[in-house]
């Protein structure tokens, strides 16, 4: 259903975004994928990408704290792709410590990749999705977009901006047939999780299986891991036929953590 569109991916060479660029690209999407990492590995994944789906995959290494290298990627998307009619704002780092203590530098630069990023690439993109008639905006948020957790200030004031950020866009393209939604995850079964556990309980001298339940699992009801494969599926759904008159929302995929 969204063969023959254009997507950009912004921190999509691993875990959820590359999950997002797969999906679309199943989907008969071109992509551009964005993000860090080995050099090797992104070729290797952007081949991939090509092989599997028959699309055409590009990449580019934009530093998303910086400005003049966003604007770089989305004109690059726009000319290389012959535009971009679906946005995926992915990019995000964090860091946890408390307020008092908290690294002014590490607070400057989760702020700038996990918010103002989004500003920028979404007042890049809208002008032409505008153009094109047509575009879909998906920010990735947080179950942190709707709920607070201690020493995690940088974070969660990112993702609250940037559910705010989502309504008011949806709200000025409102009439252009474009649509600006926000998905917000709990925990996502990614490698970056996994590696994470054992770290954890030798930390806190406890079990893996206490550090999934008591630790990371601890707001969830269902006690489950989201997973990529269904946070994209979420998102393909938002870019679909089916979620055209969903805008301004905010999608929780979090195992009732934020229903609590």
Known sequence: MLKGKKALVTGST????????????????????NGFGDAGEIETLRQS?????????????????KAEEIEDMVASASATMGGVDILMNNAGIQFVAPL?????????????INL???FHTTRLCIPIMRERGWGRIVNTASAHAIVASPNKSAYVAAKHGVAGLTKAAALEVARDNITVNAICPGYVWTPLVEKQIPDTAKA????????????????AA???FATIEQVAALAIFLCGDAGENITG???????GWTAQ
Not at 49 to 65: K, L, N, R
Not at 204 to 219: F, H, K, P, Q
Not at 249 to 255: E, P, R
């Open 249 to 255: 929302s905010l999608q929780s995929i979090d195992g």
């Open 100 to 112: 008092a203590e908290y690294p002014v530098e590490k607070w400057d630069a989760i702020i700038a």
């Open 49 to 65: 990408i090509e092989t599997d789906h028959g699309v055409a995959c590009h990449y580019h290494g934009a530093d998303m704290s």
């Open 222 to 224: 269902t006690k489950k």
């Open 14 to 33: 691993s875990g959820i975004g590359e999950g997002y660029a797969r999906a679309l690209a199943a989907e008969g999407c071109d992509v551009m994928i």
């Open 204 to 219: 806190r001298g406890m079990t893996e299986e206490e550090v999934i339940n008591d630790v990371m699992l601890s707001a």
């Open 116 to 118: 103002t990023s989004v």
